[in-house]
């Protein structure tokens, strides 16, 4: 495991556009596994600037998303699909035939989750997966329980989750309750896995996935048992880690 220090969320971001860029340029037809939310977006700004310079070519690249919510169409602007297609596909060169998020339509949550592992072997399984990291140690939709789900796999999403989407949405009808998500086994086969970090908010889950205990109470802490992790994080994330000298 390499753990890279960013200054800053842009520093972070710029960092981690670095060693995603390293990965198309080595294997341009290269499948990346793709992550949401707050975290990546950065990311995408950094590796949109360096196509739109020349510097990389998605052209030949494929990509395969952790998640989606169950029941939202690729068109509604709170789905991940239109999430990747507004943050990073629509602004270089990828085959969007190419790029793969769960399909949040299929109401068959055992034909959606079996299609979307077929679709992974198919592509010949993931060269880098980008990871978030959840305050409580979730990667993907796979939320601290019990044990660890191997495949893609529906969720029923916690209260907090769906009270914390509700802004999103007119009504809490509205708000999804389920979601497909990509399972450990499939995050684990990935070749190389990038995880990032921003903000003391995360320093806690950081700490315990890094250093702590393996187990199903902390979803990112099976990491430790990947050969080919790199983390990048900020000062924030990584507090705990520094004050215990790990670092």
Partial sequence: MIIYTGKDYYDVSRKA????????????NAVLGLATGSTPVGMYKQLIEWYKKGDLDFSQITSVNL????GLSGNNDQSYRYFMNTNLFDHV?????????????????EKACADYNEIIRSVGGIDMQLLGIGGNGHIGFNEPGAAFEKETHCVDLTESTIKANARFF?????VPKQAYTMGIKNIMT?????????????ADALYKSLYGPITPNVPASILQLHPDVTVVADEGALKLIREKGLL
């Fill in 17 to 28: 556009a670095n060693i995603m860029s390293a990965q198309i340029i080595m294997k341009p």
């Fill in 67 to 70: 998640d989606e919510y169950k």
């Fill in 93 to 109: 060169n990828i085959d969007k035939a190419r790029t793969y998020v769960p399909n949040g339509l299929e109401e068959d949550s």
């Fill in 170 to 174: 007119e009504t809490m009808d509205d």
């Fill in 190 to 202: 990935a070749k190389k896995i990038l995880l990032v970090a921003a903000g003391e908010a995360k």
